[in-house]
């Protein structure tokens, strides 16, 4: 079983920089992939970024490419999204996931365990 907490939300401006930080229990984290996922009001759930168990394979959201960035510690059992450059487009909720499957996947539906969501907000 693993438990997922998203942290560092807030209220930011437009061009400000963030780090969303998942904590996970659980002693086979490691072994999973894990994503973050973004819920905007009225809006469905989308994929944001995905990194499988070791960090060597990364995805992004082709709209988000070039201005986010997953990572994870392992020592930690810690993923991170750094998100630089922020829009108010980029307000959202935003949601950690992972596992089971070790490899990297953009579909909500290949993630098991989720954590309970961050808001972001963005201000113009």
């Known amino acids: 079983q693993v438990q997922l907490v998203e942290s560092g939300g807030g209220l930011n401006q437009a061009g400000d920089s963030l780090r969303l930080s998942c904590a996970a229990s659980?002693?086979?984290?490691?072994?999973?992939?894990m994503a973050w996922f973004r819920q905007a009001p009225g809006k469905e759930r989308e994929f944001v970024a995905t990194?499988?168990?070791?960090?060597?394979?990364?995805d992004y959201a082709d709209s988000l490419k070039g201005r986010f960035t997953i990572s994870r510690d392992h020592a930690k059992n810690m993923a991170y999204l750094q998100m630089n450059s922020l829009k108010p487009e980029d307000t959202a909720v935003y949601y950690c996931?992972?596992?089971?499957?070790?490899?990297?996947?953009?579909?909500?539906?290949?993630?098991?365990?989720w954590g309970q969501g961050t808001q972001v907000t963005v201000s113009s």
């Open positions: 990194i499988n168990w070791n960090g060597g394979s990364t």
């Open positions: 659980g002693r086979t984290f490691n072994a999973y992939a």
């Open positions: 996931a992972a596992g089971p499957d070790p490899n990297i996947s953009r579909w909500s539906s290949a993630y098991r365990y």
